[in-house]
Nanobody, 119 residues
């Protein structure tokens, strides 16, 4: 089993920055793609950014140039640096990890961390 622990959410003014972290804990697993999703009130969950094991990244068009996803494979941790935040990006941000465990590839979700952007 893999457990994900997120940290780094909070409140920030428009134009501000936050850095999210998500660490994977457990044993007997190998991590593949890691990513961040977000869900705003009344809206569907959407992908923000993903990073595969060799470091190749993808971003939602709305965050390109402002957000940066990175990973530390030695620590099984993925990060999301968010700059120039906008009020409409207020949401719960979720870490997502694809991992190979004994039973095969499985998808895991973090508990979510609230990001609030307001004056």
């Amino acid at each position: 089993q893999v457990q994900l622990v997120e940290s780094g959410g909070g409140s920030v003014q428009p134009g501000g920055s936050l850095r999210l972290s998500c660490a994977a804990f457990g044993s007997g697993f190998s991590i593949g793609t890691m990513g961040w999703y977000r869900q705003a009130p009344g809206k569907e969950r959407e992908v923000v950014a993903t990073i595969i094991s060799n470091g190749i990244t993808t971003y939602a068009d709305s965050v390109k140039g402002r957000f940066t996803i990175s990973r530390d494979n030695a620590k099984n941790t993925v990060y999301l640096q968010m700059n120039s935040l906008k009020p409409e990006e207020t949401a719960v941000y979720y870490c997502n990890v694809r991992a190979a465990v004994q039973s095969g590839w499985r998808t895991y979700w973090g508990q979510g961390t609230q990001v609030t952007v307001s004056t």
